[in-house]
């Protein structure tokens, strides 16, 4: 009986707090807001309020948000903390900002905006969509001006000042625009100037916000540094920027004045040392210079070594060929009756009374070993001549030298007649030569 109570007591108090827990489940309302309104060119912020009746156990994942010719920049990290009432409930969340431009006039319809974000105490992921909105775009756009409210500073800065050749004068250009983004701020018209070289330097584009997360404007530094490149007094020209009121759309302008510049001749200032000294120490003096001929004949003689190196066999038993060639051309000049008689020619008229080489002419031109048998077929003054001179040299006479001239120019005669003697005819064969055929006639009988 007592658990039956107890267990209809549990049901009847689970009961009493389900419409408590049912209140208590965490609520996420998204909602967007815009101008229904806005000029052309302008920018515009869309804001997109995060809510809840609890708290995020993480941060809400946004959007992307793409809308065909509207430039949009998406919220920053940081957001503005809201809270509000709805229905007797209490919420609190986050306010992020959409910023948007349209390049062109006409409606911009932006679609329901899909937010996710866990809340507490479960954590669990909750997504809710923004109502859509429809933004009304009026005016004509112009290229190149800022729709907005613009203040527009510049400054100079001269390195050396006074100017001199060859220093530097930096001129810089600040727009500030309230309401507008950075990336729509146009660059100043720093442009070249006669006199000077020119240098620009990268912009600083910054987006100015609140530090709460609500945007500002934008805010854009372009720089450029003029390098002074002759001596004399010349004007840097005024800027001139444009731009449209953002609240009447009229035109406005500004101009910003130029500034003129004295640029002094720069001083030569002596070198700390000499530079002809540094070359001699260098022997710069002493460089080898090149003839045009000489690159070619390096390459011929690398080519030609580089040839050699992969024929060396080739080329050893070539050179041992030629040498061989060379040793039998050298053998048979020596065994030959011209070397012979120029032996004697030298031996006639050297101072010793000896006749070595003239024997070894007669040997090889006649074939006969002795004088005697040698102008035995000569005439009778050939062979007296011959009688003679073997008793100047071996006899009584033989002080007398004058038989060595005698001797050496008969012996022009003797060589002719041994040589018509014994050249063989040259349109006959061996067999058919008779001459030929009775000497071995002659010598075949002598054996």
Do not use: C
């Amino acid at each position: 009986m007592m658990r039956r109570i107890r267990r209809w007591s549990l049901l009847l108090s689970m009961a009493l707090m389900a419409p408590l827990y049912a209140q208590e489940a965490p609520v996420l309302r998204v909602t967007a807001k815009a101008p229904a309104q806005g000029q052309t060119g302008a920018t515009v912020r869309l804001q997109l309020e995060v809510m809840t009746s609890t708290w995020f156990t993480q941060p809400p994942r946004l959007p992307a948000l793409d809308l065909p010719g509207v430039l949009v920049t998406p919220p920053s990290g940081e957001a503005e903390l809201v809270r509000g009432n709805q229905d007797g409930q209490a919420f609190s969340g986050l306010r992020y900002t959409y910023l948007l431009s349209a390049q062109s006039a006409g409606t911009l319809r932006i679609p329901a905006l899909a937010v996710t974000a866990r809340l507490g105490p479960g954590g669990a992921p909750v997504t809710a969509e923004s109502a859509p909105l429809s933004i009304e775009f009026t005016g004509a756009a112009q290229p190149g001006k800022v729709v907005g409210d613009l203040t527009v500073t510049q400054s100079f800065t001269l390195a050396p000042d006074p100017m001199v050749q060859g220093g530097r004068i930096t001129r810089s250009v600040t727009q500030r625009a309230d309401g507008v983004q950075a990336m729509l701020l146009p660059p100043a018209p720093l442009a070249d100037v006669p006199h000077f070289k020119r240098y620009p330097r990268e912009p600083e584009v910054v987006t100015l916000t609140d530090g709460r997360g609500g945007f500002l404007g934008g805010q854009r530094i372009d720089r450029a540094d003029y390098i002074a490149q002759e001596a004399g007094s010349y004007e840097l020209p005024p800027l001139i920027l444009n731009w449209t009121d953002g609240p009447g759309g009229a035109l406005q302008s500004k101009t910003l004045p130029g500034r003129r510049i004295d640029v002094a001749a720069a001083a030569q200032a002596a070198p700390p040392f000499s530079l002809a000294d540094d070359l001699a120490r260098l022997r710069h003096g002493l460089r080898w210079v090149l003839p045009p001929w000489a690159v070619p004949a390096i390459v011929a003689a690398t080519a030609a070594g580089f040839a050699l190196w992969l024929g060396w066999a080739w080329w050893m038993r070539l050179a041992r060929a030629m040498g061989a060639a060379a040793r039998a051309g050298r053998a048979r000049w020596r065994a030959s009756e011209p070397h012979y008689w120029f032996a004697w020619r030298r031996e006639a008229h050297g101072a010793k009374p000896v006749l070595s080489d003239f024997y070894r002419w007669i040997r090889r031109g006649s074939g006969a070993v002795a004088l005697r048998e040698a102008l035995a077929p000569m005439d009778e003054a050939d062979r007296q001549l011959a009688e003679s001179t073997l008793r100047r040299v071996y006899g009584a006479g033989e002080g007398n030298a004058d038989w060595r001239a005698r001797l050496a120019a008969r012996s022009r005669a003797w060589r002719k007649a041994w040589r018509r003697r014994s050249a063989p005819p040259a349109a006959l064969r061996a067999e058919l030569n008779p001459v030929d055929q009775a000497g071995r006639n002659a010598r075949v009988g002598r054996s």
